[in-house]
């Protein structure tokens, strides 16, 4: 049972446009989601988060938005660059239990 | 600081085989998890420690252990090993809860690449 789901395994981008990355959740408890990027031979590292109680976070370049009602958050990096192809997760929690991660999109930036 | 140190980097088993893994968290973190990357399934949960105890466990059959010291360093335990076990082992440190949020963040090792064949 997927609690959380990227459903696009991977996307591709023109430098300086806009990468939307998406992200589905079922579990209506979860309330707080975070971002994680990716790149090969590294561990993921943490890029930004939001709680359940706000609808959008941003910081820099990157921005998450989460529709509660849909159950359905994003993440929006404007503009984008080449060092942001990556592999991207989403994961979502609630009270002290474990992040749940989605499968992951591998976002590459052409040049 | 150093970062999250995980060993060996890269391993190869045969099936039926046993692994352990090793895991050094940030010093001053008390929680260690451990993650399952594969293709397509994304980062999946294994289990937590927090001051030597499993506070949580991710739906892996029992073949699947681990344990922390009383120096926060953990190992995970894999007994007869299955062609399915190939993967990224994570394993992440974080403060106190597992969260990423609430004012912790957790971090995480390169990983340990495990080939079964």
């Known amino acids: 049972d997927q609690q959380v789901k990227q459903n696009s395994p991977s996307l591709s981008v023109q430098e300086g446009r806009i990468s939307i990355l998406n992200c589905d959740y079922t579990n209506s408890m979860f309330d707080y989601f975070l971002w994680y990027k990716k790149y090969p031979a590294e561990g993921p590292t943490f890029l930004i988060s939001i709680s359940s109680i706000k609808d959008k976070n941003e910081d820099g370049r990157f921005t998450v938005f989460l529709n509660k009602s849909a159950k359905h958050l994003s993440l929006h990096i404007v503009p984008s660059q080449p060092g942001d192809s990556a592999v991207y997760f989403c994961a979502a929690s609630w009270g002290a239990q474990k992040l749940v991660f989605g499968q992951g999109t591998r976002l590459t930036i052409n040049p | 600081k150093a970062g999250v140190t995980q060993t060996p980097r890269y391993l190869i088993k045969t099936r039926g085989q046993q692994v352990t893994l090793s895991c050094s968290p940030i010093?001053?973190?008390?929680?260690v998890s451990w993650y399952q990357q594969t293709p397509g399934q994304g980062l999946q949960f294994l289990f937590e420690y927090f001051s030597e105890t499993q506070r949580n466990k991710g739906n892996f059959p029992g073949r699947f252990s681990g344990r922390q010291f009383s120096n926060s360093r953990s190992e995970m335990n894999v007994s007869t090993l299955e062609l399915g076990d190939s993967a990224l082992y994570l394993c992440a440190s974080s403060l106190d809860a597992l969260l990423g949020a609430r004012g912790n963040t957790i971090y995480f090792g390169e990983g340990s690449w495990l080939t079964v064949v």
């Open positions: 010093s001053g973190h008390r929680s």
